[in-house]
């Protein structure tokens, strides 16, 4: 059994065993069941809430991302992924945000980066704590080339500081260094040779790669990449799949929400599922996906099938699904318990 297994004890970056199996069976020991305690969790999010007029978007009770694994969060269409997204990097507020010196109610909404509170935070602060997200649409900036697009990715860009843009030395060598990283993850990305092009000539596929090497520039300990995978051809989908595992390998945590489900099988270690903005479920990949529940929901009674896509993932039946299977588990607990 993996040294990690039997002690759940917390692990850094650095000591992972870059072993996806011992990261597995760490995850393997664990409670699948929303809001499941992590033995080591980056991320902690609770109580958060996002409503548009009389419609509930994200109604999350508790959630903990893992530290070093790659986490899928999958679910319908407007099951409210990416709101969620939104409100955990600060481009959205939740309903119930913490009021400014308002301590801790227990209503309001709470979560927490590396132990930092995000709470109350800007979406650039919370870039800067380390946690980094893509979008659905790409932001690449078309009229700026690639390096520029991913210099602006750069923590310590010169010019969002003024103290340093007065220092010019310094100014100049942070410079080069950004260059210098910019480069190597364009080789890293196979965009080196369109390092001098404008961003606005890429394939869409390309423009997800330089997302996703723009968003390394800040050497984020968690990366969030919404829908990864849209609009890229087959050709450069296994490339993009291998730069997800090799993050998670180097020991960068990886959140990402997908609707390729051959994709989440295949490279998350850990899959929560959303539905009507709360967490349903949670585990391995191929206990949620392989799940009866899970399988029934995606694709009706065709369990010889891989799971291709989640148009017939409709809420309604992932919901009654889920309540089946909570009834299923009660039932187990009052057999257990006679
Ligand atoms: N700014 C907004 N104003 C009003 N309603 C919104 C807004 N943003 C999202 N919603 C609604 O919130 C719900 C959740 O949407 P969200 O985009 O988060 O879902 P999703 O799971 O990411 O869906 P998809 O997989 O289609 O991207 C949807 O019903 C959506 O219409």
Do not use: C
Not at 171 to 195: G, M, S, T, V, Y
């Amino acid at each position: 059994m993996s040294e990690l297994a039997p002690s759940h004890a917390p692990v850094r970056p650095g000591e992972y065993p870059h072993d996806r199996a011992a990261l597995r069976a760490t995850l393997a020991g664990l409670e699948q069941v929303p809001g499941s305690a992590k033995p080591d969790p980056i991320l902690t999010v609770d109580r958060i809430e996002r409503r548009f007029g009389g419609m509930t978007a994200v109604d999350v009770d508790h959630l903990e991302v893992q530290r070093g694994a790659i986490t899928a969060l999958i679910g319908p269409n407007g099951a409210g992924k990416t709101t969620f997204f939104n409100l955990l990097t600060g481009f959205d507020r939740p309903t119930n945000a913490a009021r400014p010196f308002g301590g801790s109610a227990p209503d309001r909404a709470r979560w927490s980066f590396e132990g930092r509170d995000l709470g109350r935070t800007t979406a650039t602060r919370v870039a800067r704590a380390g946690m980094i997200r893509t979008f659905q649409l790409t932001k690449a900036l078309s009229r700026m080339t690639v390096l520029e697009n991913m210099l602006i990715g750069a923590a310590d860009q010169p010019g969002e500081n003024l103290l340093v843009g007065l220092i010019k030395p310094l100014w100049a060598k942070r410079e080069r260094e950004n260059i210098a990283r910019a480069d190597e993850l364009l080789r890293r990305f196979k965009l080196d040779a369109k390092r001098n092009d404008m961003a606005g000539g890429l394939s869409g596929g390309q423009k997800k790669l330089l997302e996703m090497a723009r968003a390394l520039m800040a050497e984020p300990a968690m990366i969030m990449l919404d829908e990864p995978m849209a609009g890229v051809n087959p050709a450069l989908t296994q490339s993009l799949l291998d730069h997800i595992q090799m993050l998670r390998d180097e020991g960068t945590t990886v959140l990402f929400v997908e609707h390729d489900m051959h994709m989440v099988r295949h490279i998350s270690d850990w899959v929560v599922v959303m539905a009507q903005g709360q967490i349903i479920a949670e585990g391995l990949p191929e206990d949620v996906m392989s799940s009866e529940a899970v399988v029934d929901a995606y694709l009706g009674a065709h369990h010889d099938r891989d799971l291709g896509d989640d148009d017939v993932l409709t809420t309604g039946v992932i919901r009654a699904i889920s309540e089946e299977v909570a009834d299923e588990a009660a039932l187990d607990a009052q057999e257990g318990s006679r």
